[in-house]
């Protein structure tokens, strides 16, 4: 059996290694979601902060011998904890300036933190082991697939769900909401609303190095790792509709699935075919496919 | 007695004139090489900021002068971006009076400065690039490739990967000039060593996941996957053909692989895997000796090309010493009569295509058991005569060599 003369078995797959890499867009453009929904910033260091996640868990392994799954807790929480820094200190002053200043400012960290990780590390980049428990592979029939990419995406998939539910289904979500379309009356109410801020700041943040982790064993850590994913995540946050929490995890996946297919069917295009979308959605729904219009 | 004694004056004279016009004939009082590489791409370690301090370390080895006259060096990042290559080239040479241009990794890079370098008559060498088209149909009088290209690669590592067994090849090829160079010339050598090729796929340059293409790969049945790609698009490939098995029913041939790509890869997972290059710094006591120069700075082991652009900096400044002039027709006609000897190559010219010929290696990688000292990890297999590694008269398309 063949679909647009690919065989069945291939095309499924495809559609598994999109999943794949759905996964990880999913789970970077929620964290942008997250932080633009709530905090208004364009948040151009989120790549870089993936990237650093991923040397988190390396230097752990290679200068402290903490293994994977210590890594995947402690890297979000030293990466969580220089967001709150960066909020604290530098983001906390633009909240009330136009957004592009936003932007300016956490693409600027990102270029910075590249450059000292390049100093530090070089280009080529290291390599982080896939740990015992997920080593291996299992035969699907149609395809051979590592056990790993498999906990990848029901990892993200729980953390993407998890987020979701915060935000969307509890109380502190709901003040989370509340916080960021009226500041003056939910600090009335005697909430706290700059750490609220601050928090979800870090926790975005704690979303990319987790990402970091979980790509660590299976692309090469480098300091570049993260500028070359970082576009196609916004594209991606684009699409979905700025800030649309649900909204960029579906998009995530979809066009991890999309990106999938264009590998078979004309692999030249893979690196544009997300962008190409994303010029359509523009014109026919220029607040993104989840997005509302405001 | 007074005889003598007119002609000595007038050699002397002579003499002096001929020193003053000499050192008038370098132009700005100051010889100025460039240096236009990826510094901080995906390219960067095998060339880039430790390309440019090995070209440093030469110049301060041949004094740092010529003939009393300053020797400068300019670098600048291409990102690699052929245009932003060539308005650099072309800055330098009208705003700052270079006189020579080294061009580092990228082919798409490296045709678009010979462009330029043909067009305002420098000499320009051409090191980290790989398009085998700069000495064929895009050739230029006033070009030298220098350490490697696309043809040399595909004839030392594909006729021994078919001659072990390897009759039938799928390609993971990188989309752009280098990499379709590459798969055209090992094609053409896997074809005439008695092999086949039964299909490729071409990915974007650093694409982030190469698992689709190698599934393709693999449903080709293919028993061979030639890797025509380089740097991290190389690396990933590799991690992700050990991750998905691919290597169980597979064996990959990476035909642009550095000892960079080896060091961070690991032996496990390129153990066995056939490479050419043109220099490995465990070849000689020679190399050992730079070799170990370099690694005092760098705390790794230089590339072939890192190699390379010491060896070309020396060969141009002794050009220019020996005939007093860093006027670019000269030196380029002077650097064409001259012959490459050092710890690079032995014997090395350069040929009317622009091609500079000298041996090629084809190399295995070790075992993890076989490697005994840090970065010890090639087993050199067999010379590639320079003659035969290049391309023939009657393969090459350069109008400067029928």
Redesign the interface.
């Given at each position: 059996m063949e679909i647009f003369g690919i065989?069945i078995?291939?095309f499924l797959?495809?559609l598994l290694?999109?999943l794949?890499?759905g996964s990880f867009y999913a789970m970077l453009s929620l964290g942008l979601a997250v932080i633009f929904g709530l905090l208004g910033i364009v948040n151009f260091a989120h790549g870089a902060l993936y990237m650093i996640g991923a040397y988190v868990a390396f230097v752990a392994l290679d200068k402290f011998g903490i293994n994977y799954w210590f890594a995947l807790l402690i890297s979000p929480l030293v990466v969580g904890a220089l967001g709150v820094v960066i909020e604290r200190t530098l983001l906390k002053r633009l909240y009330k300036i136009d957004p592009i200043y936003g932007l300016l400012l956490t693409f600027g960290l990102a270029l910075i933190a590249e450059g000292v990780f390049?100093y530090w590390f070089?280009?080529?980049?290291?390599?982080y082991p896939?740990p015992d428990l997920l080593q291996g592979?299992t035969n699907l029939g149609f395809?051979?697939l590592?056990n790993?990419?498999a906990w990848v995406v029901v990892a993200s998939l729980a953390v993407c769900l998890g987020t979701w539910f915060v935000i969307e289904r509890t109380r502190l979500g709901a003040y989370l909401r509340a916080g960021t379309e009226n500041p003056a009356l939910v600090q009335a109410f005697g909430i706290n609303v700059p750490v609220m801020v601050m928090l979800t700041y870090g926790g975005g943040c704690a979303l990319a190095a987790f990402a970091g982790v979980l790509a660590a064993p299976?692309?090469?850590v480098?300091p570049?790792?993260g500028s070359?994913?970082i576009i196609?995540v916004f594209a991606v946050v684009v699409i979905g509709g700025m800030g649309s929490i649900l909204g960029s995890i579906l998009t995530g996946l979809g066009l991890g699935l999309i990106e999938?297919l264009t590998?078979?069917f004309y692999?030249?295009a893979?690196?544009?075919v997300v962008f190409v979308i994303m010029a359509i959605v523009l014109m026919i729904r220029p607040a993104g496919l989840f997005g509302k219009e405001k | 007695m007074k005889l003598t004694q007119i002609s000595a004056a007038c050699a002397l004279a002579a003499a002096s004139l001929f020193a003053a016009s000499a050192h008038a004939q370098i132009s700005g009082d100051v010889v100025k090489i460039g240096f236009i590489s990826d510094l901080s791409g995906l390219y960067a370690d095998i060339d880039g900021p430790a390309g440019a301090e090995a070209i440093r370390m030469a110049i301060a080895d041949f004094g740092g002068n010529v003939n009393g006259k300053k020797i400068e060096l300019l670098v600048a990042d291409h990102q690699n971006k052929p245009d932003v290559a060539a308005s650099k080239a072309r800055e330098w040479i009208d705003q700052q009076g270079l006189d020579m241009l080294i061009g580092g990794t990228n082919s798409g890079t490296g045709l678009s400065m010979a462009q330029v370098m043909l067009e305002k008559k420098k000499p320009y060498i051409s090191i980290g690039a790989g398009s085998s088209a700069l000495t064929s149909e895009k050739c230029s009088p006033y070009t030298i490739h220098y350490a490697y290209d696309t043809v040399a690669l595909a004839k030392g590592t594909a006729p021994a990967v078919v001659k072990a067994g390897g009759k039938t090849w799928y390609f993971l090829t990188a989309d752009y000039a280098f990499g379709t160079a590459l798969q055209a010339d090992a094609t053409a050598a896997v074809t005439k060593a008695g092999g086949s090729v039964v299909g490729s796929v071409r990915a974007p340059l650093a694409s982030s996941d190469f698992s689709s293409f190698l599934l393709q790969a693999q449903s080709s049945k293919a028993e061979i996957l030639g890797l025509a790609n380089a740097g991290g698009d190389t690396i990933n490939a590799i991690k992700a053909a050990n991750e998905f098995g691919i290597t169980k029913t597979m064996k990959l041939a990476g035909l642009l692989m550095f000892i960079n790509d080896v060091h961070s890869l690991g032996l496990k997972a390129t153990q066995g895997m056939y490479l050419t290059d043109s220099w490995y710094w465990n070849q000689s006591a020679e190399t050992r000796a730079w070799a170990k120069r370099f690694f005092d700075k760098f705390k790794r082991m230089p590339s072939s090309l890192q190699a390379a652009d010491y060896s070309a900096t020396m060969f141009y400044l002794t050009a220019v010493k020996a005939i007093g002039t860093d006027d670019g027709d000269k030196v380029n006609e002077q650097m064409r009569k001259s012959k490459v000897n050092d710890m690079y190559t032995k014997g090395g010219y350069i040929r009317a295509d622009g091609s500079m010929i000298h041996d090629m290696y084809l190399m295995q990688v070790k075992t993890p058991a076989q490697s005994t000292t840090p970065w010890d990890y090639y087993n050199v297999v067999s010379t590639t005569k320079g003659e035969d590694a290049f391309l023939t008269k009657a393969e090459s398309k350069c109008a400067l060599w029928k």
């Open positions: 065989p078995q291939a797959g495809q290694l999109g794949v890499n390049r070089d280009v080529s980049g290291q390599s896939v592979a395809m051979v590592p790993y990419r299976v692309i090469q480098t570049l790792m070359n994913l196609i999938g590998k078979v692999p030249e893979s690196s544009i | -």
